[in-house]
């Protein structure tokens, strides 16, 4: 079993930053494929970043550029740095950690004050 749990977002000005943590639980975290998704009102899910056991990384095109995705499997955590924040990034994101099943945290809010 594994737990997610999100930190970080918040209200903030566009062009502004924002990073968000993902502080995972259990012994096995290094081996997990980590990844950021977000959910605006109306819309489903998406993904926007993803990162392997060995730190590759994936960005979305609709965000590349723009936000950056990292972990420290010693600390069991993984980070999404957003800069230049538009509205359009407006969304509850979720953090993902993906073995034999996935696992989702709580959520985070962000809002992006035009």
């Known amino acids: 079993q594994v737990q997610l749990v999100e930190s970080g977002g918040g209200l903030v000005q566009a062009g502004g930053s924002l990073r968000l943590s993902c502080l995972a639980s259990?012994?096995?975290?290094?081996?997990?494929?980590m990844g950021w998704y977000r959910q605006a009102p109306g819309k489903q899910r998406e993904l926007v970043a993803t990162i392997t056991s060995g730190g590759s990384a994936n960005i979305a095109d609709s965000v590349k550029g723009r936000f950056t995705i990292s972990r420290d499997n010693a600390k069991k955590t993984v980070w999404l740095q957003m800069n230049s924040l538009k509205p359009e990034d407006t969304a509850v994101y979720y953090c993902?950690?993906?073995?034999?099943?996935?696992?989702w945290g709580q959520g985070t809010q962000v809002t992006v004050d035009s």
């Open positions: 993902n950690a993906r073995l034999s099943r996935d696992y």
């Open positions: 259990g012994s096995t975290f290094s081996f997990y494929f």
